[in-house]
């Protein structure tokens, strides 16, 4: 049983890993090139796919951990922390276009 528990737990703490990386990426391409911002959740969902599929095989390899427990970890561990990282990106693009509008505001006036 504690197997199973430990595997949940490093897949978790992998998956936030997989999670700050969609949370990076996504930053710096809003800040660089915000007009491709849709293309980066095609790469997201590359990215958090083919990481539950390395967990579902390493985890099959490894006969004493019920596979279950590794790919619930996984999820959660990319899915929770999403909240306050969608929360900080909003923000992010909040702010800039809170920039453009002071901006344009500049130039009318």
């Known amino acids: ?44 969902q590359i990215l958090q796919v083919g990481f539950l599929i390395i ?13 279950i427990y590794p790919l619930v970890g996984a999820v959660l561990g990319m899915t929770l922390p999403m909240i306050y990282f969608t929360k900080q990106i909003l923000l992010v693009n909040d702010s800039m276009a809170k920039n453009k509008k002071e901006k344009e505001d500049e130039t009318d006036g």
């Open 1 to 44: 049983m504690s197997h199973n528990i430990i595997g949940a737990v490093l897949a978790a703490l992998a998956g936030f890993l997989v999670a700050f990386a969609n949370y990076i990426f996504s930053k710096k391409l809003l800040v660089k090139a915000p007009e491709k911002y849709a293309f980066i959740s095609v790469v997201r």
């Open 55 to 67: 967990v579902y095989f390493v985890s099959a390899r490894i006969e004493t951990v019920n596979i």
